[in-house]
């Protein structure tokens, strides 16, 4: 089975610009998850979608969205990038979400704002 | 969710036990803890998960105390593959509620020859 794929894996953009980042997940997995890693702040979560629709949403502001499509794929779309956003941002996918479940990660797409 | 407390880095002699602790005094009833390493350029990789009860899978055991306030997670046999951030997590989840776990900045684990 194939693993949770991300793209890009790397991204450079500029102050002001703004960015959508893809989520391929497990195949069967209905919950997709994202997150900010930072040396600063370690690794944060951003929200959850399942069933196209965000189930549970992180202390981020609300230049960071998402959605989920029909086929589980998921897009993390962030506006207005300010040089803080330069992070790893990481997908993770389970089958529904649930507390026995393992969350898989993906490799994480590196973003880079100038 | 409660939050957890671990320290920054730890040093384990490769064969011997690691064990790493984590504190979440502020833990409900209803929250259960979680551990994941994340290995240099990967993503986070699920460990072991408990309520209040011990568990231990093929990777790890999980010791949480009986007032819930503090656990450890214990590694038997370090190896140089163990080598990695350590995150320890509560959450309060319940199968309509899906994931929300924020992973902090987690215990680096050096595994030395």
Known sequence: K?????????????????????CSPISGHRSVSWYQQTPGQ??????????ETQRNKGNFPGRFSGRQFSNSRSEMNVS?????????????????GGPWETQYFGPGTRLLVL | DAKTTQPPSMDCAEGRAANLPCNHSTIS????????????????????????????????????????KSSTLILPHATLRDTAVYYCIVSRINSNSGYALNFGKGTSLLVTP
Not at chain 1, 81 to 89: F, H, W
Not at chain 2, 41 to 48: K, L
């Open chain 1, 2 to 22: 194939a693993g949770v794929t991300q793209t890009p894996r790397y991204l450079i953009k500029t102050r002001g610009q703004q960015v959508t980042l893809s």
């Open chain 1, 42 to 51: 370690g690794l944060q979560f951003l929200f959850e979608y399942f069933s």
């Open chain 1, 80 to 96: 207005t990038l300010e040089l803080g956003d330069s992070a790893l941002y990481l997908c993770a996918s389970s089958s529904s």
């Open chain 2, 29 to 68: 009833g209803n929250e259960y803890v979680y551990w994941y390493r994340q290995i240099h350029s990967q993503g986070p990789q699920y460990i072991i998960h408990g309520l209040k009860n011990n568990e231990t899978n093929e990777m790890a055991s999980l010791i949480i105390t009986e007032d819930r």
